[in-house]
């Protein structure tokens, strides 16, 4: 088990901003470890991790198994870094209050937080490491999850497998070759865009991609990996449009028609037959009989981008 968390790359405190890993780096570097605070949502049902998965990961810790914590700074931010945990707490008497940064020293046992010891602070590739992590559990919008019944909340993710997250993500680097020039690869800067419309619910998501097996609902196409069958659980309303993590707002999609239904290159007529916006009817989704649609989401989307 692994956690994945977003944070905001500065915080303020008394007027002045922080920014937050150099602040906690600092830290564990000098003194080997540093708390770090997570603020959570008191009173609201699912918020923070379940004491039953505080239980498993302590006993993972004890059992001497490397527990990776990656970190994920919120948009616009791109970067990402990851920090192996020592510890999992939601007591304060039992941190040492050395540990903890000083911008929020003093109001850290006033707010009601879970703290985590981490150490060896090392920023990572945050493309990399999303399309690493998403060969485990599919976290495709990391940090927005609506899993309350297995344990976790929106502001932590869970990973679990069998095989060692960090062992995946590392494997990149045992299998690079140094080019011509004689220099090791470096790895592309690149910005990963998580859009909108990418269900968050990991039930849901399961659901559309056993139904489907794969298989895109507009095009047909079905990507083989080593993996198994890619394909993205779709949202047809979108979340800032008030769509909803619902088998009815759903479609599986391949990423092109993914990315076209996203931007208003295709929709759905009251037919389902897609319609392109230069070319025209171009062929008509694939439904399941399990499959309901909420016709008015897809009118929603037609509306929206058909009479722009």
Known sequence: MNLALKFDRE???????????????????????????????????????????IEKLKEQLRS?????????????????FQAEMLDITRDFRKID??????????????????????????????????????????????????????????RFYVIESDTSVYDLINKA????????SGRDPSLAKSRLILTETLVSDPKVVKWIKDLYKGECQICNNIIKTPNG?????????????????????????????HKQFDKGAIWLNENLEVIHYKDGKIGKLTIHSLHTLNLNNIKFHRDKFSNP
């Open 64 to 80: 001497g198994i490397v527990t990776k914590v990656f970190l994920f700074e919120n948009k616009p931010s791109v970067r990402a």
């Open 229 to 257: 069958n890619y394909s993205e659980a779709a949202h047809i309303r979108a979340k800032r449009d008030e769509g909803v993590d619902h088998e009815e707002n759903v479609l599986s999609l391949c990423p092109n028609c």
């Open 173 to 180: 680097k045992e299998n690079s070759h140094p080019d011509s």
């Open 97 to 154: 209050e050395g540990k903890i940064p000083l911008y929020y020293r003093d109001t850290a046992s006033e707010t009601e937080e879970y703290y985590l010891e981490l150490k060896e602070f090392e920023e990572i590739d945050r493309t990399n490491t999303l399309l690493s992590l998403r060969r485990f559990d599919d976290p495709e919008d990391i940090g927005f999850l609506r899993s309350f019944d297995r344990g976790q909340s929106p």
């Open 11 to 53: 915080t303020k405190h008394n007027e002045v901003f922080y920014e937050v890993v150099p602040e906690h780096k600092s830290i564990a570097d000098s003194d080997g470890s540093v708390w770090w605070g997570k603020t959570v949502k008191w009173g609201k049902e699912g918020s923070g991790i379940a004491e039953w998965r």
